[in-house]
């Protein structure tokens, strides 16, 4: 008998390796967070449990370098997931096409969702307190199992419907823009920070 694995999904996990860096992230999060008032308002009216930038301001490593160290870095491990992942870029490089601020209070979560228009996205940890959400992602099948049973709970993590991936400050998460994935709710008691993005 021979029963073989097919149709990997990819799920690249990294460390910005920078302790500087990520202090620097922080205090820039955080003075985003005080000064844009267009992102606090966009995250009152749809209910996001804090403050994100997604919606107010696009061009974060033009107007703070931080943010410019940061996407020096992120090119290079986003090239080299493309490669793990062998995608065909004809000789070009995905670039980055959208890059934004997260502050969960307490509490917070970010619904199950996926990044249309993007082939890499991503997100990197800045400050996660003891009881952080963590990243949870979903088997793209699910929705096409139909009948399918449940899996048992001593399933290997390949074969899991939902796979969750605990971050640190510092760690670096990529995948296909196409995979849907969620923060479940932070039990935290103090704000967890990350950057997110896409590259196209």
């Known amino acids: 008998m021979t029963i073989r694995s097919l149709f990997a999904t990819r799920f690249y996990e990294d460390s910005l390796n920078d302790a500087t860096l990520i202090d ?17 308002a966009w995250a009152k009216e749809n209910s996001y449990p804090g403050y994100t930038s997604y919606a107010s301001l ?22 080299r997931f493309a490669e793990a992942s ?12 959208s890059l934004w601020v997260n502050i969960l209070k307490p509490g917070g979560s970010h619904s199950s969702h996926i990044h249309p228009h993007s082939v890499v996205s991503g997100t990197v940890y800045v400050a996660v307190p003891p009881g952080a959400g963590c990243l949870k992602l979903e088997d793209p099948r699910l929705q096409l199992m139909m009948a399918a049973p449940t899996r048992r709970t001593d399933a290997p993590e390949e074969d899991r419907s939902f796979v969750y991936a605990q971050p640190a400050p510092g760690t670096i998460f990529l995948w ?19 950057v997110s993005f896409n590259y196209s």
Do not use: Y
């Open 58 to 79: 696009n061009d974060l490593p033009m107007r703070d370098p931080v943010f410019a160290d940061l996407k020096r870095k992120l090119d290079k491990h986003v090239q």
């Open 86 to 97: 062998c995608m065909e870029l004809a000789g070009r490089k995905l670039k980055l096409d």
């Open 176 to 194: 296909e823009s196409w995979l849907r994935h969620e923060v479940v709710a932070s039990k935290a008691k103090s704000e967890r920070i990350s």
């Open 24 to 40: 620097e992230l922080e205090h820039s999060c955080r003075t985003l967070a005080e000064d844009d008032r267009a992102g606090r």
